[in-house]
């Protein structure tokens, strides 16, 4: 990105924080709970009434936003639990984990583009909260910095295992820049990621291609858009070649499912997943 977006934040990190707070208002708030999605939000926070306004297009995106915000922090909590003391999250946006983060002895790496970093400490400091002790703040520009230079400059032991956080990012991304990135994790013994994406139209049924092209229309008229999708399988095939040995993906009804405690059987499938790749050894 050059020019005046080089200086803009991102207008979709703005749009799924304000899907978070909105679900703090929401029946379903027990999904994720997350008592600074407003705050750091300021005056750009919903209110409860938006939850009116709301279609079935706005309802799906957020309970979506809210699952994958909910899986990443289980299976963290699994990861500090079996000894994983580094936690990177990627494209953090207006992410409040850092200001959550429950486990004293869990060092956290926010890495963003500078744009967007500076903006979310500015929203910190306008909300009244200090600045979280143990986060690193790690402004990166993917187009000239690289990943496994920055993070070890910002204090990131590089030879420990650790968890990586990537969620609403991936199909903005070109695949050389993804596999760029998951290669480096897999290089990273005993690490783990989880990512969130979008799989090509051909994939879908009629109702899933409705639903991939309202969305892709939506983030492409903000300039910016999805370019990369992926088929479960062949994702699966390739992250086994980079070196990741255990893989779980849910697609939506199964994460629908997961939360609802219903059967999975009958519930759609939109295209959307969450995945998670460890590399156990």
Do not use: C
């Amino acid at each position: 990105m050059t020019g005046m977006e080089d200086a803009a934040p991102s207008r979709t990190a703005l749009r799924v924080a304000r899907l978070r707070a909105l679900h703090q208002f929401s029946p379903q708030a027990a999904l994720f709970r997350d008592p600074y999605a407003a705050a750091i939000l300021g005056e750009a926070a919903p209110r409860a009434q938006e939850l009116e306004q709301e279609d079935e297009h706005g309802r799906r995106m957020r309970l979506f936003v809210a699952a994958r915000a909910r899986l990443a922090e289980d299976w963290l909590a699994a990861a500090v639990q079996r000894g994983v003391r580094q936690v990177v999250v990627l494209g953090a946006g207006l992410d409040t984990f850092s200001l959550r983060n429950p486990y004293p002895n869990l060092a956290v790496f926010e890495v963003d583009h500078p744009a967007t970093q500076s903006w979310k400490r500015q929203r910190i400091a306008d909300a009244g909260l200090d600045e979280p002790a143990g986060t690193a703040f790690v402004p990166i520009n993917f187009e000239r910095q690289l990943l496994s230079e920055e993070l070890p400059s910002a204090g990131f032991k590089p030879t420990e295992p650790s968890f990586f956080m990537w969620l609403g990012v991936v199909p903005y991304l070109t695949r050389e820049a993804i596999f760029g990135t998951l290669s480096y994790i897999a290089g990273i013994p005993g690490s783990e990621v989880v990512f969130d994406y979008s799989e090509p139209a051909e994939n879908r049924d009629v109702t899933g291609q409705a639903t991939l092209a309202f969305y892709a229309a939506r983030v492409a008229t903000i300039g910016e858009p999805w370019i990369s999708f992926f088929d479960p399988i062949a994702l699966a095939k390739s992250l086994n070649e980079l070196g990741f040995d255990e893989i779980e993906d849910l697609e939506s009804g199964a994460i629908a499912a997961r939360f609802a405690r219903t059967p999975s059987a009958g519930r759609r499938n939109s295209g959307g997943h969450i995945l998670r790749a460890r590399r156990s050894v």
